[in-house]
Every structure is written in structure tokens, then in C-alpha cells.
């Protein structure tokens, strides 16, 4: 079983949807990364965080320490948010979810 | 701005070949990291290196080597490229060994080996 489950592996919704990604894990964390990965590979970090919730534009982080889950949201989605979106934890060392692959049509 | 790059986007190579993929940040970075990404594992930490001429071995090490000669440059090596290896190759750094801090990717090389 893998440290960190992120749930769905794919998702597609139309443009407009408020979008949910799910994030569990397993181990004792620090830290709690969400990362975007457009199509040709780049990845681009999102949020870093250990408590709470954090808030950058259309996209919303939170993470829930004592349940050991965190999830994205993405209010009003757009096509341009197509991508792979990764979990990641900071452990003893970096562990990364699978990646959610969200597509937004228009 | 943070810069990672990586010296190929797409490579493809034949079994056997001896494979180098090379990884330059301009940040001066303490850390640097290689992995590979294949479909439905996420990412694999291959290895890192927190400073010239050290490495350590990640989750995958087998079949690779790395080289970090300046702090800028960090050098993964197939001595001789096999079919598995196959994948993406994500390049990261990031500034502190210690503590937890933003780690920065490359744009990735995609390699086949043929």
C-alpha cells in the first residue's frame, strides 16, 4: 500500500465545476505539498502546508493533521486547469501520491 | 525566479547505451534530486545529493548512478540503458538539507529506451 492515496486517479469535469482532489496518508508528516503538472511535464508547487488551510486565487488547501488527509479544491474551474495534480508529504524524505488527472471542458 | 533545467526534453536511446542526463540549477541550492515518474507510481526518488560530491541512494537506486561534481550540476548516469528503464526523469532542488522547504523540478526528459 502506498504512504500517500490520492483519490480519484482521473476526473473530468465541465467548466464552471468546483473541483475536489483527495489526498491520505499514512506516515508522520511535517509538511504536506500539492503540485501541478501540465501536459509536456513541468511541475509547479502549490501549496506547502502543515495546518489549516491555505488560499491562492481559485484554489484551496486544507489539511486535517489528526486524520491524516488533505484535499485541493478548484472553484469555478477552467480549461487551463487541466493537468496532473501530486500529493506529496514530507516525512523522513519526500513521498508523492500517484497524481489526479483532472480535464476541464469547456 | 528559480531556475531547474535539464539538458533534454526527449531522448531515446538503444539497450545498452550508456545514458547521461544532466540537471543545472542557478540557485545554489544545497539539494539536489533525481526521480523518475511512471504511470500510476507517482514519483521515485532514484537519488539525491545535499552537496558536492556527496550522494545518497533514494527508493530505486539500482541500475543508476549519479555525479555531482559542482553544486550547480547534478548528473544521472545509466551505465547501460535497459527497456525498464523507460520513463520520465524529473530533475528538484531545494535550498536547505534540514527542515522542510519548496522543492523546485526541472521540466522532466522523457527517455526511451529501445
Known amino acids: 500500500k502506498n504512504e500517500v492515496e490520492q483519490s480519484p486517479q482521473n476526473l473530468t469535469a465541465q467548466e464552471g465545476e468546483f473541483i475536489t482532489i483527495n489526498c491520505s496518508y499514512s506516515v508522520g508528516i511535517s509538511a504536506l505539498h500539492w503540485l501541478q503538472q501540465h501536459p509536456g511535464g513541468g511541475i509547479v508547487s502549490l501549496f506547502m502546508l502543515s495546518s489549516g488551510k491555505k488560499k491562492h486565487g481559485r484554489l484551496i488547501a486544507t489539511i486535517n493533521i489528526q486524520e491524516k488527509h488533505s484535499s485541493l479544491h478548484i472553484t469555478a474551474s477552467h480549461p487551463r486547469d487541466s493537468a496532473v495534480y501530486i500529493c506529496?508529504?514530507?516525512?523522513?524524505?519526500?513521498?508523492f501520491g500517484a497524481g489526479t488527472r483532472l480535464t476541464v471542458k469547456p | 525566479d528559480v531556475k531547474v533545467t535539464q539538458s533534454s526534453r526527449y531522448l531515446v536511446k538503444r539497450t545498452g547505451e550508456k545514458v547521461f542526463l544532466e540537471c543545472v540549477q542557478d540557485m545554489d541550492h544545497e539539494n539536489m534530486f533525481w526521480y523518475r515518474q511512471d504511470p500510476g507510481l507517482g514519483l521515485r526518488l532514484i537519488y539525491f545529493s545535499y552537496d558536492v560530491k556527496m550522494k545518497e541512494k533514494g527508493d530505486i537506486p539500482e541500475g543508476y548512478s549519479v555525479s555531482r561534481e559542482k553544486k550547480e550540476r547534478f548528473s544521472l548516469i545509466l551505465e547501460s540503458a535497459s527497456t525498464n528503464q523507460t520513463s520520465m526523469y524529473l530533475c528538484?532542488?531545494?535550498?536547505?538539507?534540514?527542515?522542510?522547504?519548496?522543492?523546485?523540478f526541472g521540466p522532466g526528459t522523457r527517455l526511451t529506451v529501445l
Open positions: 528538484a532542488s531545494s535550498l536547505f538539507k534540514t527542515g522542510d522547504n519548496e522543492q523546485f
Open positions: 506529496a508529504v514530507r516525512s523522513d524524505d519526500m513521498r
